[in-house]
């Protein structure tokens, strides 16, 4: 280096540039050793890198955190016998499914609380102490069911009647088995039919069946009760954008992704098709009684299990009956009498409901509703398989 330094100097270059070159040299060399020295071990100099973009992640800015797109989820399963599908729209997966383990745990709730054959239901209680002239004492829940379909007995002027029991019992409408229920038979069983034969003790909530033999059977409102509940449940759990079905009924609240809820109605003759959509803007229960989903066909003749009360036999006057109320017990009992009664009495009865909405497709495959209908259902026949599944949910 001194060598160096003599002959820059004897070569004329001044000593002050020679000293700034040395320290920018020193400088350089310096940097090296700092950024590469050769005694640090690999790890060293890894750790230490990883320390200087720790050091620079720390000081940029900080940014807003991403926020979770709501996107829609699903639970199924099945209970009462048919397909239970619920659908809800959030961006927190967690909350939708604590909702979905509420609702199908209460589902099974509902199912044991009405299983006649379930020996600790108060519904078997209520059946095996028939006739002995004895209250039994029921939960209240149990109690105010039976009490409001007495009720709704009256108003549809008993054409609808949870004492149809033995006559259902009779029946079987499995298609690989079924039986048909004799008309002597019938005739036998019908005196044992009527919600007048049905007694009632508010103290300690007592429920008395005044015939031997008597059975209250719960199937025509048991989809519509469980729905009821499960909005309780929804609306406790801060869930505001669902839909959900059991069988044909449903419940619907919130949006389909900023859309209304649509719901196409299915054909009851043609599996693939739909003859109208319901569109729901609002939060809004919907019930429909339809003589295609328990049956069977025999010798050209259809089997299903919506029975005329005064009769003990099908009814076929309607195929489908549908309404959208508030009160989901209620609107199975007015689609289960419009079945019996017809579309014109049935149309006249929701009238005398005071106008709620009503939908009735007759034997003739032709749809007849009121005004109130008007401002959910739209008729219009085409394929399920055409449907989007963001826009129209398949009843």
Request: hydrophobic share 45%; with cysteine.
């Amino acid at each position: 280096m001194a060598r160096f330094l003599r002959s820059r100097i004897e070569g004329g270059v001044p000593t002050r540039s020679l000293l700034v070159r040395f320290v920018i040299v020193s400088l350089i060399i310096g940097a090296f050793f700092v950024m590469f020295n050769p005694f640090k071990t690999p790890e060293e100099r890894r750790s230490e890198l990883t320390e200087r973009v720790l050091s620079k992640m720390r000081e940029a800015p900080a940014t807003a955190p991403i926020e979770a797109q709501p996107s829609m989820m699903e639970r199924s399963g099945e209970v009462f016998g048919t397909k239970v599908i619920f659908r809800a729209i959030s961006a927190d997966s967690n909350s939708i499914q604590n909702a979905a383990d509420a609702l199908f745990k209460d589902l099974v709730l509902v199912r044991d609380m009405l299983d006649a054959g379930k020996g600790d239901s108060p519904l078997y209680k209520v059946n095996s102490s028939a006739g002995d002239g004895n209250f039994v004492e029921v939960p209240e829940e149990f109690y105010r069911l039976v009490e409001r379909c007495m009720q709704l007995s009256e108003r549809t002027h008993g054409y609808f009647d949870i004492t149809l029991g033995p006559i259902w019992k009779r029946w079987n409408f499995d298609q690989l088995k079924p039986v048909i229920l004799e008309a002597k038979e019938a005739e036998a069983l019908l005196p044992l039919v009527g919600y007048d034969k049905v007694e009632l003790k508010p103290e300690g909530f007592g429920v008395r069946l005044k015939k031997d033999n008597m059975e209250l059977d719960f199937r025509p409102v048991i989809r519509a009760y469980a729905l009821e509940r499960a909005r309780v449940i929804l609306k406790e759990k801060g869930i505001s954008d669902y839909i959900m079905f059991i069988g044909g009924d449903a419940i619907v609240s919130g949006s389909n992704m900023g859309n209304p809820w649509s719901i196409v109605m299915q054909h009851p003759r043609k599996a693939w098709n739909y003859f109208g959509v319901m569109t729901f803007d609002q939060p809004a229960g919907m019930i429909s009684q339809a003589d295609f989903r328990h049956f069977f066909i025999s010798k050209g003749f259809r089997y299903h299990d919506l029975l005329d009360p005064k009769t003990a036999a099908p009814v076929q006057k309607v195929r489908v009956a549908t309404t959208v109320m508030d009160d989901l017990v209620a609107a199975a009992a007015l689609t289960y009498a419009v079945h019996v009664q017809g579309h014109k009495e049935g149309l006249k009865l929701a009238e005398e409901w005071g106008g709620v909405p009503l939908l009735v497709q007759d034997v003739w495959n032709h749809n007849h509703w009121n005004e109130a209908m008007k401002k959910y259902f739209v008729e219009k026949e085409g394929s399920n398989l055409d449907l989007p599944d963001v826009n129209a949910q398949k009843q």
